[in-house]
């Protein structure tokens, strides 16, 4: 009686709930971690309603770890994504629309300009050293700039 307590009681779900939540840390995604809290509310469920049967049990584990699933894609949905993160392997289509500041004069359409911590080849009108450019296109690892109207800021 005492084994059967355990292995249809609120325990065995923790277990599962704690062993999904391992699964969860070595394999990618979040599908392990619904998953894993459909155990563990089944497990509070247990301790709440001792007398449920192990087809009640396991009943409630499917519709909890559905409605879990459901309830955790729809709400990481409908968040706005990282906006530092949308730009991530983009390689230099990430400067498009950005100012640059050039570091060797733009010469007969060629030159170089300075992206955070990395330095470009740039083709556009001629800019002397220190002037700011408009990145308004890409061509392969060239950035196409345009200088800014100092009016403009």
Do not use: C
């Amino acid at each position: 009686m005492i084994m059967d307590d355990f292995w249809f009681g609120p325990w065995m779900w923790f277990i599962i709930a704690l062993l999904l939540l391992i699964v969860e840390m070595v394999a990618p995604g979040v599908l392990f971690l619904w998953i894993a809290i459909a155990a563990g509310a089944t497990g509070l469920l247990t301790l709440q309603l001792p007398f449920l049967s192990p087809e009640m049990q396991g009943a409630a584990f499917a519709v909890l770890a559905v409605l879990v699933t459901w309830a955790g894609r729809r709400y990481f949905r409908a968040r706005p994504k990282d906006e530092d993160g949308a730009l991530l392997n983009r390689g230099p289509r990430a400067y498009v629309g950005r100012r640059l500041v050039v570091t060797g004069d733009i010469v007969n359409g060629v030159g170089r300009v300075k992206a955070g911590d990395t330095v470009w080849t740039a083709h556009g009108d001629d800019a002397p050293q220190g002037a700011v450019v408009e990145v308004w296109d890409v061509d392969g690892i060239v950035l196409k700039v345009r200088p800014v109207d100092s009016d403009q800021g």
